[in-house]
T-cell receptor, first 110, second 113 residues
């Protein structure tokens, strides 16, 4: 099955730094989603994007739906310890099927 | 509280011993799905269901079965588990027509020895 290419696979940053991660696909998606997974829990939806070029914010998080509809990025500004976790991008592929990226593991040094 | 509940959270079993992982949602969602999560591979869809008695294969259905006899429940069945099915499993549900993706359960960590 199809899989999205998400990068970087891991990030080690200092508290207060900004973070950027992205996701690319060989196929077009009509919806892009960004999830966060805390240790021992299931993924939780952070941001949903529905239109090419759309830029959406959720607090310190900002995500964009690429113009080509084949990519998306997520930025986190002024990182804090609770931002630690694994971030997943997902493209929605009809009938509520989600195709996920491999994940970006974020570690923050205080 | 709106949620997706999976049981058990942890399970260790032996090769070939049939097992069922239960999943229940209290949000009256039409869509339900099972994913497995493996390091470096993200989440891959096993099976999904669009409503009662309507199920279809995802990307990695081999070795799994599902049923959807009631709207709220979507159990995952491993008839003869093998070690390559050792993984973290997530059940998820979604409202029909929604563009908000899925709401996920807390996961079931399965080890097959």
């Amino acid at each position: 099955g199809q899989q999205l290419n998400q990068s970087p696979q891991s990030m080690f940053i200092q508290e207060g730094e900004d973070v950027s991660m992205n996701c690319t696909s060989s196929s077009i998606f009509n919806t892009w989603l960004w999830y966060k997974q805390d240790p021992g829990e299931g993924p939780v939806l952070l941001i949903a994007l529905y239109k090419a070029g759309e830029l959406t914010s959720n607090g310190r998080l900002t995500a964009q739906f690429g113009i080509t509809r084949k990519d998306s990025f997520l930025n986190i500004s002024a990182s804090i310890p609770s931002d630690v976790g694994i971030y997943f991008c997902a493209g929605q592929e009809g009938a509520q099927k989600l195709v996920f990226g491999q994940g970006t593991r974020l570690t923050i040094n205080p | 509280e709106a949620q997706v509940t999976q049981n058990p959270r942890y399970l260790i079993t032996v090769t070939g011993k049939k097992l069922t992982v239960t999943c229940s949602q209290n949000m009256n969602h039409e869509y339900m799905s099972w994913y497995r999560q493996d390091p470096g591979l993200g989440l891959r869809q096993i099976y999904y269901s669009m409503n009662v008695e309507v199920t279809d294969k995802g990307d990695v259905p081999e070795g799994y079965k599902v049923s959807r006899k009631e709207k709220r429940n979507f159990p995952l069945i491993l008839e003869s588990p093998s070690p390559n099915q050792t993984s973290l499993y997530f059940c998820a549900s979604s409202l029909s027509g929604s563009n908000y993706g899925y709401t996920f359960g807390s996961g079931t960590r399965l080890t097959v020895v």
